[in-house]
């Protein structure tokens, strides 16, 4: 495996060292808190695993929440056990990506590549939250140099390929589906031709392995398929550019560009210039180096997908699936602007141009008031803190919870942090024969209803709001706007929260 894993004349020492260097440098900056929608949707599988009630959500994540319920015995809170894989998947991203840059290139540019990854704002952000798109970027960079060895010519290459895309799907499913036309590719273009039939029966497998227990626990496969499509019905779907136009083309653009900023921080400026001078003297080989075609199979699905389809701007994880080949030409574009620079002479070039990114993505990251950075993270645990607090002081026996779906501050992180409360979110997340539903929780478990039925015992209900409403107490949060509390009578209440 170690002579699989590394270059003729290599050494793992140094790839093993960035490793534990992103580790050291991941741990001391992890949320407290459930940072999204999404990530307390993963704790609560942790407890108990049924995607109709989003617990996960659709598609189901099925590997993904069994590793956590793995790591949460060993890990009591649930958040910690779901960022310390969030940090080990982003550290084993760096490692792999020194491994894929060594192969493809040289040691200058795997050295180079793998210390942009350890400082890439938007992994180290996403190492430090409970999300999937730190183990995306493992994926993405482990198939990635499985993909190179097999058009290189390792025989095994294309069964450990499938074996990742499989697993890859099991954690995030649309992983698989865009990496697989580089996977294709790959194996069309090397010896591995021959073998492309019994290696895809052999994904079937390991796909299989995952899918037929997540539907059984989902319930069946009307459930399953139930449950997806009404994500997709009243999240995901109806809103690609094919439907919404030319407005939405625009919203999904500035994503995708602002999502690739945050992947590479001041990178983006030595790729753009790198590639400028290139093309002006026609040199653009001398980056590429004659793997255009991999480069091209490895963004251009996920990035199609993003610009047509569907991207979620609020979500800058998303554009980690091509992080690995970003960093690859951020890496290739430093080189050669650093053997450009006349004014220093010898490597002193590289390494300060090195240098100064590393120390502009460390501070992106650290000090920036962007969204994906250190700053956020704090700020969101303590006004999280605040608001739980806040809504603690209503009395459980006699008070409900009407809460809108916000992603950071909204009815599913209240369900989760107070669960003695009932609570209801303000805008139904189910349907039937093409009518929403009500999703409602207590004891941090999700059910569904009709409409919202308030128990016997409740007589009141409380909220809180970015807008002042009558009656309302307000407080300042940090970040925040004013945030106004409020609770009263459930009659006069209701009157104000339709479903």
């Given at each position: 495996?170690?002579?699989?894993?590394?270059?003729p004349?290599?050494?793992?020492?140094?790839?093993l060292?960035l490793?534990?260097?992103?580790?050291a440098?991941?741990?001391?900056?992890?949320?407290?808190?459930?940072?999204?929608?999404?990530?307390v949707?993963?704790?609560?599988?942790?407890?108990?695993?049924d995607?109709?009630?989003?617990?996960?959500?659709?598609p189901?994540?099925?590997?993904?929440?069994?590793?956590?319920k793995?790591?949460?015995?060993?890990?009591?809170?649930?958040?910690?056990?779901?960022?310390?894989?969030?940090?080990?998947?982003?550290?084993?991203?760096?490692?792999?990506?020194?491994?894929?840059?060594?192969?493809?290139?040289?040691r200058?540019?795997?050295?180079?590549?793998?210390?942009?990854?350890?400082?890439s704002?938007?992994?180290?952000f996403?190492?430090?939250?409970?999300?999937?798109?730190?183990?995306?970027a493992?994926f993405?960079?482990?198939?990635?140099?499985?993909?190179?060895?097999l058009?290189?010519g390792?025989?095994?290459?294309?069964w450990?390929?499938v074996?990742?895309?499989?697993?890859?799907?099991g954690?995030?499913q649309?992983?698989?589906?865009?990496?697989?036309?580089?996977?294709?590719?790959?194996?069309?273009?090397?010896?591995?031709?021959?073998?492309i039939i019994?290696a895809?029966?052999l994904?079937?497998?390991v796909c299989a392995?995952?899918?037929?227990p997540m539907?059984s626990?989902t319930?069946?496969?009307?459930?399953y398929l139930?449950?997806?499509?009404?994500?997709w019905?009243?999240?995901?779907?109806?809103?690609?550019?094919?439907?919404?136009?030319?407005q939405?083309f625009l919203?999904?653009s500035?994503?995708?560009?602002?999502?690739?900023?945050?992947?590479?921080?001041?990178?983006?400026v030595?790729?753009?210039?790198?590639?400028y001078?290139?093309?002006r003297?026609?040199e653009?080989?001398s980056?590429?180096?004659?793997?255009?075609?991999?480069?091209?199979?490895?963004?251009?699905?996920?990035?199609?997908?993003?610009?047509f389809?569907?991207?979620?701007?609020?979500?800058?994880?998303?554009a980690?699936?091509?992080?690995?080949?970003l960093?690859?030409?951020c890496?290739?574009?430093?080189?050669?602007?650093?053997?450009?620079?006349?004014?220093?002479?010898?490597?002193k070039?590289?390494?300060?141009?090195t240098?100064?990114?590393?120390?502009?993505?460390?501070?992106?990251?650290?000090?920036?008031?962007?969204?994906?950075?250190?700053?956020?993270?704090?700020?969101?645990?303590?006004?999280?803190?605040?608001?739980?607090?806040e809504?603690?002081?209503?009395?459980?026996?006699?008070?409900?919870?009407?809460?809108?779906?916000?992603?950071?501050?909204?009815?599913?992180?209240?369900?989760?942090?107070l669960?003695?409360y009932?609570?209801y979110?303000?805008?139904?997340?189910?349907?039937t024969?093409g009518?929403?539903?009500?999703?409602?929780?207590?004891?941090?478990?999700?059910?569904?209803?009709?409409?919202?039925?308030?128990?016997a015992?409740?007589?009141r209900?409380?909220?809180?709001d970015?807008?002042?409403?009558?009656?309302?107490?307000?407080h300042?949060?940090?970040?925040?706007?004013?945030?106004?509390?409020?609770?009263?009578?459930?009659s006069?209440?209701m009157?104000?929260?339709?479903n």
């Amino acid at each position: 495996m170690a002579d699989f894993l590394r270059s003729p004349k290599s050494s793992l020492l140094i790839p093993l060292i960035l490793f534990l260097f992103a580790l050291a440098i991941r741990i001391p900056f992890t949320s407290d808190m459930l940072f999204h929608h999404d990530s307390v949707n993963f704790a609560l599988a942790l407890e108990h695993y049924d995607i109709s009630g989003h617990q996960p959500h659709p598609p189901g994540y099925f590997l993904y929440v069994m590793l956590g319920k793995l790591v949460h015995l060993f890990i009591a809170d649930a958040n910690s056990a779901l960022v310390s894989m969030s940090i080990a998947f982003s550290s084993l991203t760096v490692l792999f990506t020194y491994l894929l840059a060594e192969a493809m290139y040289d040691r200058r540019t795997a050295i180079i590549a793998s210390l942009l990854a350890v400082v890439s704002p938007n992994l180290w952000f996403h190492a430090e939250v409970a999300l999937t798109y730190g183990a995306e970027a493992f994926f993405s960079t482990l198939t990635g140099f499985l993909c190179w060895k097999l058009y290189q010519g390792r025989q095994c290459a294309i069964w450990m390929s499938v074996l990742a895309l499989g697993v890859a799907g099991g954690f995030r499913q649309n992983t698989m589906i865009v990496l697989f036309p580089l996977w294709l590719i790959a194996a069309w273009k090397g010896p591995g031709r021959t073998r492309i039939i019994p290696a895809l029966a052999l994904l079937v497998i390991v796909c299989a392995a995952w899918f037929l227990p997540m539907v059984s626990m989902t319930g069946g496969t009307g459930v399953y398929l139930g449950a997806f499509k009404e994500l997709w019905e009243f999240s995901t779907g109806h809103n690609s550019v094919f439907e919404k136009g030319w407005q939405h083309f625009l919203i999904f653009s500035r994503a995708i560009l602002s999502f690739s900023i945050y992947n590479l921080g001041a990178g983006v400026v030595i790729i753009g210039t790198a590639f400028y001078a290139a093309a002006r003297n026609g040199e653009l080989s001398s980056i590429c180096h004659g793997t255009r075609w991999f480069y091209a199979a490895w963004i251009l699905p996920s990035y199609l997908f993003y610009q047509f389809i569907f991207i979620h701007p609020a979500n800058p994880g998303y554009a980690l699936i091509f992080l690995p080949p970003l960093l690859l030409l951020c890496a290739r574009g430093t080189l050669r602007l650093g053997e450009r620079m006349a004014t220093i002479s010898g490597p002193k070039r590289i390494a300060i141009l090195t240098s100064a990114l590393l120390v502009a993505n460390t501070s992106m990251f650290l000090f920036s008031d962007t969204e994906i950075s250190l700053p956020t993270i704090r700020r969101h645990d303590r006004d999280l803190t605040l608001i739980v607090k806040e809504m603690s002081s209503f009395d459980p026996d006699n008070t409900a919870m009407i809460l809108q779906p916000y992603l950071f501050y909204g009815f599913r992180l209240l369900m989760y942090y107070l669960p003695e409360y009932t609570m209801y979110m303000r805008n139904g997340n189910s349907v039937t024969a093409g009518k929403r539903q009500v999703f409602w929780g207590t004891g941090r478990r999700t059910f569904i209803s009709d409409k919202i039925l308030l128990p016997a015992n409740i007589g009141r209900i409380a909220t809180f709001d970015f807008e002042k409403k009558d009656g309302a107490n307000s407080h300042k949060v940090d970040g925040l706007k004013e945030i106004w509390f409020s609770s009263g009578p459930a009659s006069e209440m209701m009157r104000d929260m339709p479903n």
